[in-house]
């Protein structure tokens, strides 16, 4: 069921290359939006919490909610946990209190076990809550009526062991290789590091994984593995997967000081500017998108036709509360296409990128 009387968004694929690098969106505090492409319908507040603007996804994530919220000529606000779970929690109690709980907030935790929290401070103030990537397995949002609407995510396993794949075709299927995870504790992680244990159980014993790391989602981190794996692993290390691409990018830049890069291929996940023109110059094998306007725009697009009356949440399916978004594996073959592609965000058709539920693995 989609909601009415939203507009189309003019951000595309094109505008998230663009601005994928830097984005600061709203900053770390509120700002009425020039411009409203409609008159105001209600006095609610707009936030997405995230971890930090200086992560290319995190910033384009944060810009497609400022995209939604001047649609509706909305204050928006945006939320950095600087990857500590007290602040974010913190931040968002100021926050609803400030609203008198006319708040609809689009959350990425910083842990899993932060989004209980968060969920139920959201009901208790009556405002409305969507997830992303992170949340216990048995938090439900039809069991939090109509306060939490939904949970958002990817489906990381295969989405990590078809990219996996991608970097053992790069070094010729037979080698080995070193990973960097992303906070253990995270869903995410724990997915992409399962897909990549899957491609190398397929691949005969042909790839040996060297050593496994975690760098936080951190490229600084990844950089610091990276250099310490070029000493350790001299010569061994036929390629790197990393669990995002700011990690990736930083074992780039580890093996571009070492006069490595294009020689041992990278892999990442996001989808960000800096690894898809990583992928034109032959140093990233591939990474996978995943829509940061979309996740960080219809996040906020969907609580609010909740919140407004245009959609009655709780009659809506399952899979409309809880989903897996479109992912897209970009390429030395498809990156031209993935560059010139992509329709604008339409934020009447709340689910016409839904690929599927959320599927529980443990």
Avoid at 42 to 54: G, P, V
């Amino acid at each position: 069921m989609s909601s009415k009387g939203f507009l189309s968004s003019p951000t595309n694929r094109r505008s998230f290359l663009k601005h994928s690098v830097g984005v600061a969106a709203a900053g770390t505090f509120g700002f009425k939006l020039a411009s409203p492409a409609i008159a105001k319908e209600t006095t609610w507040t707009l936030a997405n919490s995230l971890r930090s603007l200086a992560n290319p996804y995190h910033a384009t994530f944060s810009k497609g909610g400022a995209d939604f919220a001047k649609t509706i000529d909305a204050q928006y606000v945006t939320l950095v946990t600087e990857g500590n779970s007290e602040k974010g929690i913190s931040d968002i109690k100021a926050l609803l209190q400030r609203t008198g709980g006319k708040l609809i907030l689009n959350v990425d935790p910083n842990d899993s076990p932060d989004a209980r929290v968060i969920v139920n401070e959201v009901q208790k103030a009556g405002g409305y809550v969507v997830t992303q990537w992170n949340k216990p397995d048995d938090l439900h949002p039809w069991d939090h009526n109509p306060s939490y609407v939904a949970h958002m995510s990817f489906d990381g396993v295969p989405a990590a062991k078809a990219l996996a794949l991608q970097l053992f075709k790069a070094f010729g299927g037979e080698g080995g290789v070193v990973a960097i995870g992303g906070i253990l504790s995270n869903v995410p992680a724990i997915e992409r590091k399962a897909g990549l244990d899957q491609a190398i159980a397929e691949s005969g014993g042909k790839v040996k994984l060297l050593d496994f790391q975690a760098a936080d989602w951190n490229g600084q981190k990844a950089f610091d593995v990276t250099q310490a794996w070029l000493t350790r692993f001299q010569g061994q290390i036929n390629g790197i997967f990393a669990a995002n691409d700011d990690m990736g990018l930083g074992a780039l830049e580890a093996l571009r000081q070492a006069g490595l890069a294009g020689k041992v291929p990278v892999v990442g996940l996001d989808g960000i500017a800096g690894a898809v023109k990583a992928v034109e110059a032959g140093e990233f094998a591939a990474t996978v998108a995943w829509d940061p306007l979309w996740t960080g725009g219809m996040g906020l697009a969907i609580p609010y036709a909740a919140a407004t009356g245009k959609i009655d949440i709780a009659k809506e399916p399952k899979e409309h509360r809880e989903f897996y978004g479109t992912s897209i594996m970009v390429t030395k073959d498809t990156v031209a296409a993935f560059k010139s592609g992509g329709a604008a965000l339409d934020f009447n058709n709340l689910w016409s990128k839904v690929t599927g539920p959320i599927q529980y693995r443990g």
